[in-house]
């Protein structure tokens, strides 16, 4: 086999490890490993409720939004008063 099938979970990947394998001690140090891979490199999906360091919480929206400073209009980059008139 070339390729492995897909599968959503630790749990899902480890059955079919096991299907393919067919030996139990074999089984059983993959299953290992793959626990410690797992718990080594977590999926995005298994930090729900987590938040990064350096997050900040907003707790009151209204007095965040009123904290904001309004930002400078946008200028134009090239005055095009100096272009060339028409004469026609």
Known sequence: MDKLPEAD??????QV???IINDPAAAVVVENELAALAEKY??????????????????DPKKFRDSL???EGA??????????VSRI
């Open 9 to 14: 979970t630790v749990d899902g990947t480890l």
């Open 17 to 19: 490890l096991k299907e």
């Open 42 to 59: 977590p999926d995005d999906s298994d930090r729900h409720g987590i938040l990064p360091t350096g997050y900040v919480t907003i707790d």
């Open 69 to 71: 400073q309004v930002a």
């Open 75 to 84: 200028v134009p980059l090239v005055d095009w008063g100096d272009l060339p």
